[in-house]
Structures are given as C-alpha cells and as structure tokens.
C-alpha cells in the first residue's frame, strides 16, 4: 500500500522558518520527501537550517520574504518557483505575540500582531491560492494551504489580546477561503497548536505561573514540537483530500478542559 503521506515530488514553502515551530516544519516536510522553501525576513538562520536539511538528504531553498509586504511575498514564490519549482503546500506560519495588558497594548503594538499573524496570512494565502488555482485550470493540481492558528484562537488568556484575536480571525479567514477555494483544486485547513514547549517559552514553564499552566492540561504535559507532526502531515498530503475548513487541533485536551 501507497505511503499517503509521502510528499516526494511536492514543493512546500514555509514562512516563519528561521526558528521555533516553522524550523520543526520544515525540517518534517523535508523528511518526507518535500523540497521547501524556507521564508523569513532574515536569511542567516535559513541558510544553517537548509544545510541541516541537505545535510540529511532533503531539498531546501533560503528565501527572503516578509509576509508584511505584497510585493516581497510575490518574490519570494517567484524566487521559490524558479529554484524549487511550484509550490503545492504553504505553511502560513509566521506569527508573533505582544504580551501586555489590553489597556496597556499600543496601536503600534496591535498593528505589528495583526499585520503578521492575519495580514501576513491574508497575502501569502492569496498569491499561493492564485497560483495553485491557475494551475489547477490547466489541468494540473491544485495544493494545500495550512494556516498555523492556535487553540488561543478559540479560547482566550490575559495579556495577549493582539495574539488571541488575530489567531481567531485567520481561523475564520481559513475557513472562508475553504469555501471559496474549493472548486479551484485549493485545499485550506488549520493546525492549531496548544502550549508547545520551545526554547523561547521553556524558562516560564518553569515558573509558578508556568506550572499551574501545566495542571490545568488534561494530560498533565506540554507539548513538543515533533506533537505536530501527524497534524501538518496529515494537512500536507493527499491523506487529507478530502478535507478542507478543517482546524486540526493538538493540545492535551487544553480546549476540552
């Protein structure tokens, strides 16, 4: 029997991949046959992850891209199509959090998560969708967009209002663009993560507050990077083909609590 989950052949690019989770995606989907493109603003952490990967036998390209700005995300699937070839899956990961009280955050603060988390996933979503659609039309496949949203955008914590809204509204934008992507051969569904232990966040975890976090998961545990794994393949590959406006949700239990 066929591996569904294989993605020899496909091309996957990955925003948000100098670090953390993107970094953990990349590498999976390289693992399993994908060539990927990994986007960030900043290219010097891309160009040591594509070793790692080619060092493992993957297929990686380093692309310059902020998810901010209509015109680099354009160049950045140009860059990618033309070292890479076209991209079947995008990973709309690229995110950030400002942690501060509501009557605290300032329009700049709001601004900065919204134009990355939603604005960002908004314009690479489209240019993927435009080009897989037109793809689609000529007789030839369609993809898969995944967005990374987050079981805050389903439930809220303090001090993170920017992050829980914007995490909200890309899972509402994932499943609009579901619905209309649908007869174009586009596939868009939503990974969302519960708490994930990273390098960034290991310290609070630690902490009194960390730990009580902790308790109140059902299974008693954080989750790791490699947790994802099943969920982005899952969403990767033609295992999913019939699935689309789906979140996939991988959290302990956190939201059944």
């Known amino acids: 029997m066929a591996n569904r989950f294989d993605l020899s052949g496909k091309t996957a690019l990955v925003t948000g991949a100098s670090q953390g989770l993107g970094a953990g995606f990349a590498k999976t989907l390289a693992e399993a046959g994908a060539k990927v493109a990994l986007a960030a603003r900043q290219t010097g952490k891309l160009e040591a992850l594509k070793g790692e990967i080619e060092a493992a036998g993957g297929t990686a390209a380093a692309i310059?891209?902020?998810?901010?700005?209509?015109?680099?995300?354009?160049?950045?699937?140009?860059?990618?199509?033309?070292?890479?070839?076209?991209?079947d899956i995008l990973v709309n990961n690229a995110g950030i959090a400002v942690t501060k009280p509501f009557l605290e955050m300032s329009v700049e603060d709001w601004d900065s998560v919204l134009d990355t988390n939603l604005k960002g996933c908004f314009l690479a979503g489209q240019e993927a969708a435009r080009r897989?659609?037109?793809?689609?039309?000529?007789?030839?496949?369609?993809?898969?967009?995944?967005?990374?949203?987050?079981?805050?955008?389903?439930?809220?914590?303090?001090?993170?209002?920017?992050?829980c809204t914007s995490k909200a509204a890309l899972i509402q934008l994932t499943k609009s663009m579901a619905l209309e992507l649908a007869r174009v051969g586009v596939r868009v569904n939503a990974l969302a993560p519960g708490y994930i232990e990273t390098?960034?966040?290991?310290?609070?975890?630690?902490?009194?507050?960390?730990?009580?976090?902790?308790?109140?998961?059902?299974?008693?545990?954080?989750?790791?990077?490699?947790?994802?794994?099943?969920?982005?393949?899952?969403?990767?590959?033609?295992?999913?083909?019939?699935?689309?406006?789906?979140?996939v949700t991988v959290d302990g239990g956190f939201l059944v609590a």
């Not at 993809?143 to 955008?153: K, Q, R």
């Open 199 to 247: 390098p960034i966040n290991t310290d609070f975890f630690h902490t009194p507050a960390g730990e009580k976090l902790v308790k109140g998961i059902p299974q008693r545990q954080l989750g790791q990077s490699e947790d994802l794994d099943g969920g982005l393949l899952l969403l990767a590959s033609e295992a999913s083909k019939y699935m689309t406006g789906t979140v």
């Open 64 to 87: 310059a891209m902020d998810v901010t700005d209509l015109d680099s995300v354009r160049a950045a699937f140009d860059a990618t199509e033309a070292e890479l070839g076209t991209v």
């Open 132 to 163: 897989m659609a037109a793809r689609h039309s000529e007789g030839g496949e369609g993809g898969s967009i995944i967005n990374i949203a987050s079981v805050l955008g389903q439930s809220v914590i303090g001090h993170l209002s920017g992050y």
